[in-house]
T-cell receptor, first 113, second 114 residues
């Protein structure tokens, strides 16, 4: 049973398109995150949700809109895709407030042509 | 402004020897530190962590050392095994400040040679 899963694993699309990446966790954790790993391999936080509420938004362009329909899901919708959006996007979860240990999904490699 | 730095992009170690991976940070508010291991095409996997109230934490072959005055931490793997070949990320958090986010270094690729 995969604890944190993401779909799709690979996504290739044209500039200007709109696409979504989905994340699901079965760990029962309260907090979920989206991270972006760019071409220089830096892992940077984008968003965080706690019990379906947005708690962190790290100056990400408005074209990125996270949505959390319930505590187990955090989706990322990207409008008007640009070349610079090409990256690997990781979903992560955290069990509670007493630890910052986070558990990551396998990643979605997005390629914008 | 990179608050967590791993200055060695790669490290090569003989099997059975000790691997030492280093990490420096600049933000004195960081109070919780973690190491993650990442294989290609997979997500980072949590390895070991340390709170700022400690200077050492050990888990099997893995030991993390924290030097707060130097703002430096290191991960020791002994003995190193071929399966340890991966990219290792250092991460930090201001947990006590309620920051709830991790700041990552850029990773060190560790290769264990048989």
């Amino acid at each position: 049973d995969t604890a944190v899963s993401q779909t799709p694993k690979y996504l290739v699309t044209q500039m200007g398109n709109d696409k979504s990446i989905k994340c699901e966790q079965n760990l029962g954790h309260d907090t979920m995150y989206w991270y972006k790993q760019d071409s220089k391999k830096f892992l940077k936080i984008m968003f965080s949700y706690n019990n379906k509420e947005l708690i962190i938004n790290e100056t990400v362009p408005n074209r990125f809109s996270p949505k959390s329909p319930d505590k187990a899901h955090l989706n990322l919708h990207i409008n008007s895709l640009e070349l610079g959006d090409s990256a690997v996007y990781f979903c992560a979860t955290r069990p509670g407030y007493t630890t910052d240990t986070q558990y990551f999904g396998p990643g979605t490699r997005l390629t914008v042509l | 402004d990179q608050q967590v730095k791993q200055n060695s992009p790669s490290l090569s170690v003989q099997e059975g020897r000790i691997s030492i991976l280093n990490c420096d940070y600049t933000n004195s508010m960081f109070d919780y530190f973690l190491w993650y291991k990442k294989y290609p095409a997979e997500g980072p996997t949590f390895l070991i962590s340390i709170s700022s109230i400690k200077d050492k934490n050990e888990d099997g072959r893995f030991t993390v050392f924290l030097n707060k005055s130097a703002k430096h931490l290191s991960l020791h793997i002994v003995p190193s095994q071929p399966g340890d070949s991966a990219v290792y990320f250092c991460a930090a958090s201001a947990l006590g400040q309620g920051a709830q986010k991790l700041v990552f270094g850029q990773g060190t690729r560790l290769t264990i040679n048989p």
